[in-house]
């Protein structure tokens, strides 16, 4: 998967001891899914799985990693990419955009990436197998970058994996039911229905779309005017997000907490976020009880690298090379949320897959409904609210 700040990559593990520890957790909804990384890997562990992300390249990844049906896309994305793969390179605005008026890649991938990207969109495809081909492209662009894993600048020389050719690879997509929404996360807040809901949202000022426009480009595949000496999208100026505002932050997140329908919730944050640990709890206590892991965490290469001008000076000293990650478990039960915070640290065994039901495996479908006068429990009875509803 794509290098991405704020990645679960190392967290994973935990994440997952926590939700196996769970009983009568059938399905998951992840509203924040950006890489689609956590959301793969429930999928892979047997969890009916709705990833939402509102930018374009997010729900590329979410369509390809969770709701594309390898039994059903991969034969024709198998022959997709491989035809991909002979395609000549032909320089275009990809190229004169990211190669050439700034330095994300090297132009000899960039017109591998210009004359791919073209081909996908000259053949129509359906669009799991859509996903699924700009997922390789993605992925295959973003092994030869020259950045430190963010695009709001690039290195003043070519990064060693700059310069070797662009693979396309097939991704790694699963077998089974999944679902894929484009929306925001407080809107999809109001849809989905799951047992438990993971939400990642945003810590502070920088924006996922300044953060990976070159992504949100490649997907879009618009062309679109680029400003300053990053070549972000215009649009880049405009965007405007909640959770990217120190003063809108805490109502943004109430209104989904409040209107997210789930027996639990599961909440990863930072401590250099906008919302300081003991609010995210009183928060989270509006809902049940509320249980925290700290994880201590080398912060993304760029901080280690230190500031610099745009003529390559060093300017200014990093910020601190290490911070906490916070997980928050909320749920009807404390000592059902203690035992399962203490199994994030794989103190108690989680239980496995036999022992939390059958129906976890994809032989059926299940949603979360409230029960009389109590909590949300599972219910095999129907399908997943939430995949037929909002903007797709």
Not at 60 to 86: F, G, K, N, S, W
Request: proline share 5%; hydrophobic share 40%; glycine share 6%.
């Amino acid at each position: 998967m794509i290098k991405y700040i704020g990645s679960k990559r190392v967290l994973l593990p935990r994440l997952l001891r926590v939700v196996e520890a769970l009983p009568d957790v059938q399905t998951v909804a992840d509203l924040f899914s950006g890489t689609a990384r956590v959301a793969h890997a429930l999928k892979r562990r047997g969890y009916r799985v709705v990833a939402n992300d509102h930018l374009c390249y997010a729900h590329v990844l979410a369509r390809c990693y969770v709701q594309a049906d390898a039994r059903r896309v991969l034969p024709h994305a198998r022959a997709v990419i491989a035809e991909l793969r002979t395609v000549r390179p032909q320089a275009g605005y990809f190229t004169e955009t990211f190669c050439v008026r700034s330095r994300y890649f090297h132009p000899k991938n960039g017109e591998r990436i210009d004359a791919i990207r073209e081909r996908i969109a000259e053949m129509c495809l359906e669009p799991d197998v859509e996903a699924v081909a700009l997922a390789s492209l993605m992925e295959a662009a973003d092994r030869v970058d020259s950045t430190t894993g963010v695009q709001m600048a690039y290195l003043k020389t070519w990064a060693p994996r700059a310069l070797r050719d662009l693979e396309l690879r097939v991704p790694e997509v699963l077998p089974g039911y999944g679902a894929a929404l484009r929306m925001d996360a407080v809107e999809a807040a109001k849809v989905v229905e799951a047992d438990l809901v993971y939400l990642d949202p945003p810590y502070n000022q920088h924006s996922y779309l300044g953060n990976y426009h070159v992504w949100e480009t490649l997907v879009r595949w618009d062309n679109p005017p680029v400003y300053g000496v990053a070549c972000k999208r215009v649009d880049c100026r405009d965007y405007d997000s909640a959770f990217n505002s120190k003063r809108r932050i805490h109502d943004a997140l109430r209104r989904i907490v409040t209107s997210v329908r789930a027996s639990y919730l599961l909440v990863s944050f930072n401590n250099e976020g906008f919302v300081t640990k003991e609010q995210m709890a009183d928060l989270l206590g509006e809902r049940g009880y509320v249980a925290t892991v700290e994880v201590d965490f080398k912060r993304y290469v760029g901080a280690q690298i230190g500031v610099y001008n745009p003529r390559g000076e060093k300017v200014g000293r990093p910020g601190p090379l290490r911070n906490t990650e916070y997980l928050f478990l909320v749920g009807p039960d404390a000592a059902v949320v203690q035992r399962a915070v203490a199994a994030s640290a794989g103190s108690i065994r989680p239980q496995t897959r036999s022992a939390r039901s059958a129906a976890l495996a994809y032989r059926g479908s299940a949603t979360a409904r409230p029960t009389a006068g109590g909590p949300r429990r599972a219910d095999c009875s129907g399908p997943v609210r939430a995949a037929s509803r909002g903007r797709r």
